[in-house]
């Protein structure tokens, strides 16, 4: 099952790649079904994945090359689970968000065509590697797939992007491929700790229950940490994100920020968590400061922004400094919420990035002072726009607002003062959004934006089932909900930590 | 076995296992016929010979090598002692050979009006003169024998059990390399400096060699490696004598792997000589020069192994370090990729320090994985032209991804490659050179190297964008297919993906042979 989700579009993506030359319909078409193919069969699976079963599901596992003790191992835990879904659902909206983007590339200074199908397979290729990189159960497989991950995006950025494309494209793959090669390092240490205890290993479950050295458990936690980090990303690593993300094409933006960063979150709590318990509690002081200033820088630079894209990334930074604080608040709500948030995010920053792709589309300018009263011209943008905002800001009622408050409450029963602090980040998120929202949106409409058109039949089409699934999450979390706590009490299990004696306490939670 | 006892007038036959020499013999007695189809055959039958006796002579060297590995575990000494037949020298020998036969097809390569090697040295490119000496068929035959003679050395090299078979070798290989690195057909001068940079350099790191082989004979009374191990064992090995013998001996090796602090010579000629001659070198000498250093290191010196790992810790580290670091600033395809072998230099470093089995075998793999990569890359910038020869400088290689997607995208993967990314055959030979490191109790070495890894990653990724992500200059160099090299770049991409892929069987094999381990 796992296997056909990566060989399909996998295989999409090489069919794509062979079209022949002026078939440009055809690539995206042919995108379109893989994508929506992969789609179905995930939800399939999901419907399927027993949350009172063991822990993977759905597992396969084969040697790859054995010389190593490599496997090629996949399974799916609830947090993996909903992240594949996140990705699987995703990607054919964006292919339709993208439908034109290939050919007017760049957008705002108008370089020479490009390839579509290119466009297209780089697409499908990035989709086959980020359901394997969730679904890896594998560190060496996941190390592969994690690295190369890098280079669809990197392609993506550097011949579709903006002005800037291959300044963002390179920042990206250096940071991320030092990331890369420090876990490479780590992964090693690993592998030859574990034969050093008899028997060399790359198999997450056999890993788990190795028994390392406190020293070297540290070392190795900061190698895959410091990847993780960086991918997530967190202050002080997260410069490559705001450039990354401003001049990738839309739809690339997307992936980058709503999948590819919950890469290095769901690395935290899968990886860096659950093979060095004692590791992770001993830096958890770190990594929650990192966050919380994360949280709030993030949400300073976001509100200072003059380019609409490079705002959203800036409120993504913030936001994955919630994440990694509920990860390391070590409690069962804090990892719910945060993985939660994860999946939240993906869809409202993904709503939030493509509609102001559309609207940069029309205008050709990703300022926000080139905007002004689109509300008039064009309110079925702006009114989604809103939507996607509000949820941003975690606002009740939309799906953002039950992960942030299940962060919050999870990290101060344990640590009250970065709780207290990272409450700023929810002021903050409303001056950020709205301001811009207030900047663009509403006021006299600007000049250049009388003639905008509104939201096409196509870009509804994109857009309508991110917001039900907005307002749907928000209202009932809990079949998301559901799947995730049991992987992730399994992971509190294995750092033993129980939940602080309640002040407010979950039902069935771990006392 | 016994020893040659000179008594005077009585100097008894060598006793020779030809059966198991049978591959150098082979390639040796190759390059001889070679000769004589140089000195009997009508001019214009000549490259038509040389090319048939060349591709004869090794793969049938190669079919050997198999069927030598496949026979009874190949563990032995021949040649009264002074060649080891074994399993690693064997994958090594393998190695070698098909790597050579890769490059002979560049170095054959003739579709492109003429040989990339001058026939006369006073000829202008592309000028009448040149024009009629073509038609009265002055072309440089002498290529392929000289090839074959340095194959001969290489395959001898790795092989030597005593370290004057090593200097022979060394200067059998050595010496026709000299002369090929001086024969490029454009650009003659920047030729005619490499050859002279490399000849010089080159004798100068023969005598460290030969001084260290004589301070060593000083020390154990021998020049066999096994003697020189067993002297070591029986003293507590602290003698002057013995380590500076050891430090001279690995001047001489180490330049001929280009490791820091001896690489200065690497980039000039990689530049200079003819860029198929480039490929053997950047190939086929590196992987001799590897198995020449794992086999004294491992045979000769290993009871000394304490003494020696930290200054190959510190020559390994220096020698990443230079490669990536240097690499950065390189304006000129081939001196960036002469870098980049350097870099790849200290990797390997890193699975020698190993001293493992898993070091052994991780190398042996490294080796192959890196040669087939490296006659692909330089097989890819021989087809890449502009009105004066190759495009060598990098500007000229903008927006290549744009005109030439395919050769492009080659260039990129064998890149990628270099660069140590997953699914290629560089990021299995990097892992396996490093989990043997750390496994070796050498974790600040793979550290270097993984940052050195990142480093040369920039450059690597530099060169990517320029190709893919900038404009195409209006007279930017075209692409000149010729079926032999784009069979080597075919080659070269296939293996890539495949050891990178699906690595088990190559793995497998590096691991078994290494399994045999180094005969004494």
């Known amino acids: ?167 963002a494209a390179v920042k990206f793959l250096l940071y991320s491929l030092f990331g890369g090669l420090l876990m490479l390092a780590a992964v090693i240490g690993l592998y030859v700790v574990s034969a050093n205890a008899g028997h060399g290993t790359f198999l997450f479950d056999e890993l788990r229950n190795l028994h390392i050295a406190p020293t070297t458990a540290k070392w190795l936690f900061l190698g895959f940490f410091i990847a993780f980090a960086i991918k997530a990303p967190l202050v002080p690593f997260h410069t490559w994100l705001p450039d990354a993300a401003g001049q990738a094409p839309t739809g690339a933006a997307v992936l980058i920020v709503g999948v590819l960063d919950k890469v290095g979150t769901f690395g935290m709590l899968r990886f860096c968590l659950e093979l060095f318990p004692g590791a992770a509690k001993w830096f958890t002081p770190v990594v929650l400061t990192l966050s919380v200033v994360g949280i709030v820088y993030g949400a300073v630079l976001a509100i200072g922004q003059v380019d609409i894209k490079r705002l959203i990334a800036y409120t993504s930074i913030s936001h994955f400094g919630f994440i990694t604080l509920g990860i390391f608040a070590m409690t069962t709500q804090g990892q719910s919420g945060a993985t939660l948030y994860m999946v939240n995010h993906g869809f409202s920053t993904g709503a939030l990035f493509l509609l102001a792709g559309f609207m940069i589309t029309r205008r050709g300018s990703a300022r926000i002072d080139a905007y002004g009263g689109v509300q008039k011209v064009a309110p079925l943008l702006a009114g989604t726009f809103l939507v996607a905002g509000l949820s941003g800001l975690s606002l009740p009622g939309l799906s953002s607002f039950v992960s942030e408050f299940l962060v919050l409450v999870g990290t101060f029963t344990r640590y009250k003062v970065p709780a207290v602090i990272a409450t700023v980040g929810i002021i903050l998120a409303a001056v950020y959004i709205l301001w811009m929202y207030q900047r663009t949106m509403n006021g006299p409409t600007a000049e250049a934006v009388k003639g905008m058109s509104d939201l096409s039949k196509r870009e509804l089409i994109v857009i309508a089932p991110i917001i039900a699934i907005i307002v749907a999450l928000g209202f009932y979390p809990k079949p998301v909900l559901d799947v995730i706590n049991p992987s992730v009490k399994q992971t509190l299990v294995q750092v033993h930590q129980q939940d602080p004696k309640p002040t407010i306490a979950e039902k069935g939670s771990h006392q | ?135 009265a068929g002055l072309v440089q035959t002498e290529v392929f024998p000289l090839v074959l003679f340095a194959v001969g050395g290489m395959l001898i090299f790795p092989a030597s059990n005593d370290l004057l078979t090593m200097f022979v070798a060394l200067e059998v290989m050595s010496l026709p390399l000299y002369l090929l690195c001086g024969l490029a057909r454009r650009r003659r001068l920047l030729s005619q400096e490499a050859a002279v940079k490399y000849f010089l350099l080159g004798a100068f790191s023969s005598a460290f060699f030969l001084y260290g082989t004589a301070l060593l004979y000083g020390y154990a009374g021998s020049v066999r490696l096994s003697d020189i191990a067993a002297a070591i064992s029986k003293q507590s090995g602290t003698e002057p004598l013995l380590l500076a013998g050891v430090a001279l001996l690995s001047v001489g090796l180490l330049f001929k792997v280009g490791a820091a602090p001896f690489q200065a010579w690497k980039p000039d000629v990689y530049q200079g000589a003819p860029t198929a001659i480039t490929a053997l070198m950047a190939s086929c000498t590196v992987v001799a020069a590897v198995g020449a250093i794992l086999r004294v290191f491992y045979v000769g010196l290993e009871t000394l192994r304490w003494d020696w790992r930290p200054m190959m810790w510190a020559v390994a580290i220096l020698t990443m370090l230079t490669g990536a670091i240097v690499a950065i600033t390189q304006t000129d395809v081939k001196r960036m990729l002469a870098y980049s072998s350097i870099a790849h230099g200290g990797f390997l470093l890193t699975g020698v320090i190993a001293t493992n089995k898993a070091g052994l075998s991780g190398t042996l793999f490294y080796l192959a994985a890196y040669g087939f990569t490296t006659v692909g890359a330089f097989a890819v910038i021989t087809m890449v032209r502009d009105a004066g020869g ?131």
């Open chain 1, 1 to 167: 099952m796992l296997t056909a989700l990566i060989a399909i579009p996998a295989i999409g993506a090489l069919l794509v790649a062979l079209l022949p030359k002026g078939k440009d319909a055809l690539a995206k078409r042919a995108a379109l079904v893989v994508t929506l193919i992969v789609a179905v069969l995930t939800v399939v699976m999901a419907l399927r994945f027993k949350a009172d079963g063991p822990r993977f599901q759905f597992t396969e596992k084969y040697w790859w090359i054995k010389q190593f003790g490599v496997h090629y191992a996949v399974g799916v835990d609830g947090v993996a689970l909903v992240l594949i879904v996140l990705s699987a659902i995703l990607v054919p909206l964006v292919v339709l968000a993208s439908w034109n983007d290939a050919e007017r590339s760049g957008g705002v200074d108008n370089p020479p065509k490009r390839s579509v199908k290119t466009y297209f397979a780089l697409l499908l290729s990035l989709e086959a590697m980020m359901i394997g990189v969730f679904a890896a159960t594998d560190i060496f497989l996941f190390y592969v797939f994690f690295e190369a991950m890098l280079f669809p995006v990197y392609f993506i950025i550097g011949s579709y992007g903006g002005p800037q494309r291959s300044y």
């Open chain 2, 1 to 135: 076995m016994t020893p040659v006892v000179l008594a005077a007038g009585d100097i008894p036959a060598p006793h020779l296992e030809y059966g198991r020499l049978a591959p150098i013999l082979i390639v040796l007695g190759a390059a001889s016929v070679g000769v004589l189809v140089e000195a009997l055959a009508p001019r214009a039958q000549r490259y038509g010979l040389q090319v048939l006796v060349s591709a004869v002579g090794l793969v049938a060297a190669f079919a050997w090598t198999i069927a030598l590995g496949l026979g009874d575990q190949p563990h032995h000494v021949a040649a009264m002692g002074a060649i080891g037949v074994d399993g690693p020298t064997l994958f090594i020998q393998g190695t070698i050979l098909v790597l050579a036969l890769m490059s002979m097809l560049l170095i054959a390569e003739r579709t492109h009006e003429a040989s990339p090697f001058t026939a006369q040295a006073s000829t202008v490119p592309g000028s009448p003169e040149e024009r009629e000496g073509l038609v």
């Open chain 2, 390 to 520: 190759e495009a060598g400088h990098l500007s000229r290689w903008a927006g290549l991804g744009k005109r030439q997607p395919l050769v492009a995208g080659t260039f990129a993967f064998f890149l990628l490659a270099f660069a140590g990314i997953p699914l290629t055959s560089g990021f299995t030979g990097k892992f396996a050179v490093f989990q043997a490191a750390v496994a070796g109790g050498a974790l600040p070495l793979v550290i270097v190297g993984v940052v050195s890894s990142a480093i040369a990653a920039f450059f690597y990724a530099r060169v990517i964008v320029l190709m893919f992500f900038s404009e195409p200059a209006a007279d930017g160099p075209s692409v000149v297919f010729s079926p032999t090299t784009a069979t080597a770049v075919a080659v070269g991409a296939f293996v890539t993906l495949v050891l990178g892929v699906i690595p088990g069987p190559a793995l497998h094999l590096a691991q078994s042979a290494a399994n045999q381990l180094f005969v004494r």
